[in-house]
């Protein structure tokens, strides 16, 4: 009798395994697949992107768990990260961060920017009328704060070099088929997002999207054989 309820409660616990196990992740529900794939920079690794915002709060909060996320990443994996725009402010935003990529200091400066935007409510740029315009005191004070050259930064901002990156990371954008921030794209063929509807709404919907990600990596390994 002993080995009967032995023999149940391990039966119980591999049911309970399989319903945890990343294979319960589906395209539609958990992840959509691109209508075309998107060329990896770098083809000896499997690339995860993050598509964000400086100024959206959900990446913010997001920002925790992806540093975590980021210490445990299989050496074949490369995470690169992408500024999203869809209106004037956030291309400076994203003109911000690829300044500080081309300079070396975007360890330095990637959470400030983060934590003034929410924390302080420093938007890095002043609205007239309709336009936008960089605030380059405020920009540059960041980038001194945290060691850089801030009349460095101020004076790439519209360089040839970072608009070739704006157009770069709008033209990504755009092939991601982005509907928010943030979001996640595994080897340029996977869209991961809150918003699908076996995300939405789940309390943990950050940490579910880094378990797909870990899931769709593993997919697309086995598929390289």
Known sequence: MKAVVAL??????????????????????HYEVLPQAVAQDDDSKIEVTELFWYG????????????????TMPADVALNKIPAIWQPVMEIHARMFYVADAMGVLDKVHEPIFSAIAQQRKMFATRDGRDWKADDAAIE????????????AVKLMNGFAINSKVKQGQAKQRAYKLTGTPEMVVAGKY???TSLPGLKGKSNGQQMMLDVVD??????????G
């Open 8 to 29: 149940f409660t391990m039966l119980l616990s591999l049911a309970a395994c399989a319903q945890e196990a990343p294979g319960k992740f589906k395209a539609g529900q």
């Open 56 to 71: 959206c709060g959900h990446c913010y909060h997001f920002e925790s768990p992806l540093k975590k996320w980021q210490k």
């Open 141 to 152: 004070a960041l980038f001194n704060d945290a060691g850089a050259d801030g009349a460095k």
């Open 191 to 193: 869209r991961i997002s």
């Open 215 to 224: 899931f769709l990596v593993e997919k697309e390994r086995a598929e390289k």
